[in-house]
C-alpha cells in the first residue's frame, strides 16, 4: 500500500491507533509507524517534532494526500495545520494513443503514473477523430511535458494530445452555469457571460527587449501592473494575463524576441469576465467537434482561416466539391473549398458528334451534383494527427508571430 512520510506537530501517534485524514474525511487504522535511519524502522510511536514513517493499507495514493494533516480519530484537532491546498488543474489537453491497441496500456501507464504523482487528474474520452484517449489535468505546461515525456520513455507509447486548453465558467441567461473544459462542452443558446482565468506573470529579462515583451503581452490580451529597473540593463515586468494565452506559445514566442535572456513566472488569479467564443470548423455542412476552439472575438476570425487554409492542404480531393467552414454560431466566417476530383469522360470520344460529348458531361454534372448531396467526407488520421497535435499548432503560431 502507501507509505506516509510525516512529521509530529503536535500530540503523539501510536500503532493500532485509528487516524483520520482531515482533507478526504478518511478515517484508517494505523498498522504500523516508524522512524527512517536510514531503512524504515518500526518504533513504538512518534512524538512531537520526530519524523517518520506510517503505513495504514491505503491503496490508493489519492486518499494519502502530500501537505495534508493526520489526525487522531477519538480525539480530532479542531482544525487542519494552515498551508495545504488541493492540487488543482489548470491546464487540460487530450493525450491518445498513436496505435489504437495501445489504450489498455496507456489506462495502466497512468495509473502507475498517478503513484507518484497525485496532482495528475485523467478521465476517459472519446473523439470521433483520434478514438479512445484521456482528458487530463496538469498544474501546468511543464507538468504537461514532464507527464507525456515519462508515458513515452518509461511506458514505450507513442502519444498525441491535443492543443492545451483550460477551464471557462459559462453562465447562461436563465442562470444556468456550465463549467467547460473542452470546446465540445460549449453550450449554445443565449449567453449571459463568460468567465476564463487569469495569471500574474512576471517577466525578467535585460532592459532592451522592453518594447518587445510589450508588445507581445499586449498581443495576448495583458494588462500592465507595474515595471521595475532592478539594474541599469536588467527589468522586471508584471502583466495580468488570461491563462489560456500563455499555456499555448507565449514562452516560446517571448524567448524568441528576446534572443533567449527572458525568463517568466506566472501564478493563478481569480477568473475574469471575457469575450470569448467558440469557432466550429464544418466539413461540408457538418461540424467536426475535434477542430472547435474557444478563443476571443478579436481573434476568431485569425483561427478560422488558419484552420480552413491548414485542413485546405490536408485533406484529399473528394469526387465532388467540399467546402471547409469557419463558423461562430450560425454565422459563417472563413471558407475554404477543395476542388472535386474532375474524371475525363471525353477520353474515349476521338472525335464524332458534339451532342455526343455534351450528353456524356450532362450526365457527369449530375452524378457531380447526387454525390454533393448524399456524400460524406472522409478525413485520414494524418490529418487530424496534423491539425491538432500541439507541436504542429504551436510551430505554426511560434512561426507566424515572428
Not at 43 to 72: A, F, P
Not at 105 to 120: F, I, Q, S, V
Not at 208 to 224: K, P
Request: charge should be negative; glycine fraction near 8%; include cysteine.
Amino acid at each position: 500500500g502507501v507509505i506516509t512520510y510525516i512529521r509530529v506537530i503536535d500530540g503523539r501517534l501510536h500503532p493500532r491507533e485509528r487516524i483520520v485524514m482531515i482533507s478526504t474525511k478518511t478515517t484508517h487504522e494505523l498498522l504500523e509507524i516508524g522512524v527512517i535511519s536510514p531503512e524504515m524502522q518500526p518504533s513504538s510511536g512518534l512524538g512531537v517534532g520526530e519524523v517518520g514513517y506510517l503505513i495504514t493499507g491505503v491503496k490508493d495514493v489519492r486518499q494519502s494526500r502530500v501537505g495534508d494533516t493526520v489526525t487522531n480519530a477519538a480525539r480530532p484537532a479542531a482544525e487542519p495545520l494552515a498551508g495545504y491546498r488541493d492540487p488543482k488543474p489548470m491546464v487540460f489537453s487530450g493525450l491518445y494513443p498513436l496505435d489504437g491497441s495501445d489504450y489498455p496500456d496507456l489506462r495502466e501507464a497512468l495509473d502507475k503514473l498517478r503513484l507518484n504523482d497525485a496532482a495528475l487528474v485523467y478521465e476517459p474520452e472519446t473523439s470521433g477523430a483520434l478514438g479512445f484517449g484521456f482528458r487530463c489535468g496538469f498544474l501546468g505546461l511543464l507538468h504537461l511535458e514532464i507527464v507525456r515525456e515519462r508515458l513515452e520513455r518509461e511506458f514505450g507509447i507513442d502519444l498525441i494530445s491535443t492543443a492545451p486548453n483550460v477551464v471557462y465558467d459559462v453562465l447562461m441567461e436563465d442562470g444556468e452555469e456550465h463549467i467547460v473544459t473542452n470546446p465540445s462542452e460549449f453550450p449554445t443558446g443565449k449567453i449571459a457571460s463568460v468567465r476564463e482565468p487569469m495569471v500574474r506573470a512576471t517577466v525578467l529579462a535585460p532592459s532592451e527587449f522592453v518594447g518587445a515583451i510589450m508588445e507581445l503581452c499586449q498581443s495576448r490580451r495583458g494588462a500592465m501592473l507595474g515595471m521595475d529597473y532592478l539594474s541599469e540593463d536588467r527589468i522586471e515586468l508584471r502583466y495580468t494575463l488570461p491563462l489560456a494565452e500563455i499555456v499555448f506559445d507565449f514562452f516560446d514566442a517571448l524567448k524568441s524576441r528576446t534572443r533567449g535572456y527572458a525568463s517568466l513566472d506566472y501564478e493563478p488569479t481569480d477568473d475574469a469576465e471575457s469575450d470569448l467564443v467558440k469557432v466550429d470548423i464544418l466539413l461540408h455542412g457538418d461540424p467536426v467537434d475535434a477542430f472547435s476552439a474557444i478563443v476571443h472575438k478579436d481573434k476568431a476570425y485569425a483561427y478560422g482561416v488558419a484552420m480552413a487554409s491548414k485542413l485546405k492542404e490536408l485533406i484529399p480531393r473528394q469526387q465532388f466539391e467540399v467546402p471547409i467552414q469557419a463558423a461562430i454560431g450560425s454565422r459563417v466566417i472563413a471558407r475554404e473549398n477543395i476542388r472535386a476530383i474532375r474524371k475525363d469522360v471525353l477520353a474515349k470520344c476521338y472525335g464524332g458528334d458534339i451532342t455526343r460529348k455534351r450528353k456524356l458531361l450532362e450526365r457527369q454534372k449530375e452524378g457531380k451534383k447526387r454525390m454533393k448531396m448524399v456524400g460524406r467526407v472522409e478525413v485520414p488520421q494524418e490529418a487530424f494527427i496534423a491539425a491538432l497535435s500541439s507541436d504542429s499548432a504551436g510551430g505554426q503560431a511560434t512561426k507566424g508571430s515572428k
